[in-house]
């Protein structure tokens, strides 16, 4: 029997056929992939600080890093005198922003504000008429230039031009959760980190009568906060 002969279209059919099986055996056939990455270095989380110092009428400065949130006392106080009724009796604030974060906001509040009367200190226990409530002992906070006697805004209270009024509605009785000062505009005060807001804090009594005042003694707390 003689020998076919190979065509040119059978050998070509012949190296389809051989190059398929290269590939399904895999030992011959190569596939290429492609790459490509980028890496982030040194990725950290690091906080700044947030801290808050008030120097109460021009003394000593206290700092809320040496502080706790429920008030160890190191903090001096405000107010140290009597109350006549109808007279408005003033104490100056610096706050300072002492950390590298800035403040959005500056809070204020107060806390366990108490009527009582002042037999320990008199020696009598003699009192006249009702006693008032906190809520007779009208507040007001005014944000001023650091002479604390030009005007900027009133952050608490009844605003009227850059001053405030003081009056019933706003008192004591009622800031007692935190709650944000204002400053030009009626926009929230912020606080910059080593930036400065000064402030005149103003009570007047709303009572009766003078009398009424006799042998009393009003203690309470003001909280001043900040927030990032």
């Not at 935190?178 to 807001?197: E, F």
């Not at 006799?214 to 906060?225: E, G, I, S, Y």
Request: charged share 10%.
């Amino acid at each position: 029997m003689g020998k076919k002969r190979l065509t040119s279209k059978t050998y070509l059919k012949w190296l389809i056929v051989a190059g398929v099986l290269a590939v399904i055996g895999g030992g011959a056939g190569t596939f290429a992939t492609f790459n490509a990455e980028v890496t982030n270095q040194g990725n950290t989380f690091a906080n700044g600080t947030l801290f808050l110092a008030a120097t109460p009428n021009g003394g000593t400065t206290c700092h809320s890093e040496s502080d706790t949130i429920a008030n160890s006392g190191t903090c001096t106080f405000l107010f140290n005198t009597t109350l006549t009724n109808g007279v408005t009796s003033t104490a100056t604030l610096q706050l300072q922003n002492t950390g590298t974060i800035n403040a959005s906001d500056i809070k204020f509040k107060v806390g366990s504000c108490t009527v009582g009367d002042n037999s320990g200190a008199t020696g009598s226990s003699v009192t006249f008429g009702t006693a008032p409530a906190c809520s007779d002992l009208q507040l007001a906070v005014q944000e001023t230039q650091s002479d604390f006697s030009t005007n900027v805004y009133c952050a608490y209270g009844t605003v009227s031009g850059n001053d405030c009024t003081i009056d019933t509605g706003h008192n004591l009785g009622g800031p007692t959760s935190l709650t944000t000062l204002l400053t030009t505009g009626a926009a929230t005060a912020d606080l910059a980190s080593t930036a400065n807001r000064y402030y005149v804090v103003k009570i007047k009594p709303n009572v009766a009568s003078d009398n009424s005042l006799q042998n009393r003694k009003v203690t309470f707390d003001l909280t001043w906060h900040l927030d990032q």
